[in-house]
């Protein structure tokens, strides 16, 4: 019996250090991205961990206000140490399902521009944008046309609603009414051409061939860096943008 425990304890203490071991190894030389135990950096390609590093700086709706403030004012920084142009915007309890917490503004910095511009989102949405634009969107643009985005068009990202404008009061909230969303249109490149989700998914409109191929891309890059992304694939709903969220549940069409 004692020999059975010692032998019990010996592997324990075996497969403890085998642990302790894969963690150093993987601490040494697995990318930063892949760990969530890791920071986040904004300039660092996407990996398997960079949602639950994204996921550090949501806000809990319980959260108290010096909470909310230390946690928003850390994204704040984040944005910041990657060049990007933020500001603090004010968050807004319209009643009910509608408010927003931890509220930012992007200004301008190391970014493309919204159009229209102004908008305010969650901060860890407006991470999200980030990342997105950053190893998503632009290397698509440059790929596929040879030239970068000047702008993203966009419908807005916060709305007081529930999802797709129902009335009934059983239907879910949407992220929007959260600033937790945002509605892409379509992208205007360098060189003025605009590139639309109504006009150009199917690849038959002004851009092309070139505009389909484009648009699916960053539709399929926007699924590892969002929660829900929606596109015209997805219902009639959604026939002229492409609908990006950072919302808990995940659905990719």
């Not at 075996?14 to 040494?28: I, K, Q, T, V």
């Not at 909230?173 to 945002?182: G, I, Q």
Request: glycine residues 10%; contains cysteine; proline residues 5%.
């Amino acid at each position: 019996m004692k020999r059975d425990l010692a032998d019990f304890w010996n592997l324990l203490w075996e497969a403890a250090l085998g642990l302790a071991a894969a963690f150093a190894l993987a601490n040494l030389f697995a990318p930063p991205q892949d760990l969530p135990w890791k920071p986040l950096d904004l300039s660092r390609p996407i990996g398997t961990a960079t949602a639950a590093q994204v996921a550090d700086f949501e806000v809990r709706r319980a959260a108290a206000p010096e909470e909310s403030k230390a946690v928003t004012d850390a994204c704040i920084q984040l944005l910041r140490e990657a060049g990007v142009q933020v500001e603090r915007a004010e968050d807004r309890d319209d009643g009910g399902f509608c408010v927003v917490q931890g509220a930012v503004r992007l200004t301008g910095g190391a970014i493309t521009p919204l159009a229209p511009g102004g908008l305010v989102m969650q901060c860890p949405m407006a991470v999200r944008y980030v990342i997105w634009d950053r190893q998503v969107l632009q290397p698509a643009a440059r790929e596929v046309f040879g030239q970068s985005v000047a702008r993203v068009d966009n419908m807005g990202a916060y709305a007081c609603r529930r999802i797709y404008g129902q009335e009934d009061v059983n239907a879910r909230p949407s992220e929007h009414a959260r600033a937790n969303a945002l509605d892409v249109a379509g992208v205007t490149l360098q060189d003025g051409r605009k590139v639309s989700v109504l006009a150009d998914w199917n690849g038959d409109g002004p851009a092309g061939a070139e505009g389909g191929d484009f648009l699916k891309r960053i539709r399929q890059g926007a699924c590892r860096v969002f929660s829900t992304v929606l596109s015209p694939e997805y219902n009639e709903a959604h026939r002229d943008h492409l609908h990006l969220d950072g919302a808990e549940r995940g659905l990719c069409s």
